[in-house]
């Protein structure tokens, strides 16, 4: 049963109408005198605030259902009809996204928060702003959306944004190449998404455009349907979460101020893909080989992007490629049906990559603007607050337990074995050791040891409450937040498990509890193996490697983004080369100028009529009356 929410509309345009008003002020006032920071800053904040708080009654509604009955539905508008086809603009509220929600609201608002100390003085703070109100606007959009194609409204919306804060500093070309980059890499996922959708729609036909009849009638897509649609699916989420081959724009997207960074990593845009695979659960779940191939390709990008974050400098880098692997890990999750786990992980990673984010956008206001960890350390005395709520995060990062990224990520590498997928298990429990070692030596290069930049760390300072507090509250949520999914085998009942049980297709497996203590132990043991090798390295600091071999490999990403650029760039480049020079001017010109020919002859004909004499044009009037009178007598006639 369908139960009507006509509030469900004001969760995302509380910060769209945040963007407009930010929007317009800061357009009507950049050139005369700007507004006020308070203003800008008490604007932007009150729209994820709102949504926050209707999150949270979204959330309780919900809760007072029966479990079969956790749907909120609200069809605000028709957005267009064809025939007997009516597209409603509409939104969905189930236990997925709801959990999305209350994340995605919280951590978004306290992003917006710490940014007014961030983003302080900067001469386009407004428009700052209007940015992140627009692109937690669009992510809201994206999660409530009824079905593919409301969704892929935010989902656009979201691509977008990421373009215009990635290069929001536009003074400088490689923020504006960097935007460029994100963009056009999400454009080719989207088009795997759109193909996706179109397929769905034309086996489905007018059911396929809501999700809840979307479900009801999966059982008719026949396999090679159906495994169209998933990889399809998949192609569009690789691009916005990603994976392999298309996750080479998300490094780059660190141009962009650190709180956007933040917001990208932890609240918008990179949980996306994966949200949308879990949301279309019922079409994965009925085709394994799809699913395989979701596994494996977020497996392989765990493990390749813990291989670059182990060699990485810039201190957001490292935390980039994290996000990448952790990515992978959640795919891989969701690969192998373990959905619930997979957006388990989404969740708790919220909170530490958010924290770690603005933890290192901490340091890095502190040293006014360095990024790479060789020119730091001994930072631990001089910014305590952020020493600490780092460190929690890192250990959460790590899945150290009892921080909440054990819980999430020890869930997952159980499920994969659970499931019968041992390679993938080994793989992920090799990626945590990586994982702990890569944070790990961020950590001890940028907080212990002896200072590189002796001017930098005199000068620094912890920042003001405005951003240490965010840090704290993240660091809460960094540490606990697992407990809200304990196993059985912890005392728990799995209970986000349960709570998104309505909205998902999985089953869990009745596996030996020695096979879930072997599983914790191993991965316990390599995560503690990489900290202690991070320690031996770098815990009483280190100076920094001249790199070879497979360590140069890796610090330059395996040369994948020149191998891009030599195999697509320059060669669409040559092919735009040739058109110009000898296609254009024999094919198009031609056409141009041929136009341009006739249109000159015409108007040269038709000057001749153009005498300048009043009797001639007379003449003209008689013929036309004559010739309007004799039609008009054989017309009668």
Known sequence: MEHNATYLGLIPLFPLIGALVIGLLHMLTCTKSPLSEKLYAALA????????????????????L?????FLAHNAYTWFAVG????????????????MLLFVTFIGALIHIYSIGYMANDKNYGKFFAYMNLFLGSMLILVLGSGPVVMFVGWEGVGLCSYLLISFFSEDTDNVLAGNKAFIVNRIGDLGFVLGISVLFWAIGANGFDFLALKANAHSLTPVIGITVCLLLFVGACGKSAQIPLYVWLPDAMAGPTPVSALIH??????????MVARFSFIYAHFPIAGSVVAWVGILTALLAAIFGMFQKDIKKILAYSTVSQLGYMFAAVGVTAYSAGIFHVFTHAFFKALLFLGAGSVIYALHHQQDIWKMGGLKDKLPKTYWTMMIGALALAGVPPFSGFFSKDEILFSALANGHTAIWFIGVLVAGMTAYYTFRMIFLVFHGEPRDKEAFDHAH????????PLIILAVGAAFAGVLNLPAIFGGSLNVSHWLAPSLVEHHPHVSIWLEILAIVSSVAVVAIGIYIAYKKFGEGAEEPEFTGFAKLGYNKFYVDEIYNAVFVQTYKGFGSLISRFLEPKVTDCHVKFSTWLYQKAGTAFKALQVGYVRIYAIYMVIGLSLMSLFLSQTIN
């Open 45 to 64: 904040c009150v729209g994820p605030v709102l949504s926050f708080f209707l999150a949270l009654v979204v959330y309780f509604h919900l809760k007072g």
């Open 66 to 70: 029966p479990a079969e009955e956790r």
């Open 84 to 99: 007997d086809l009516h597209i409603n603009m509409g939104f969905l509220a189930d236990p997925l996204s709801s959990l």
């Open 266 to 275: 932890a609240a918008t845009m990179v949980t996306a893909g994966v949200y």
């Open 462 to 469: 912890e920042p003001p409450a405005v951003m240490t507090i």
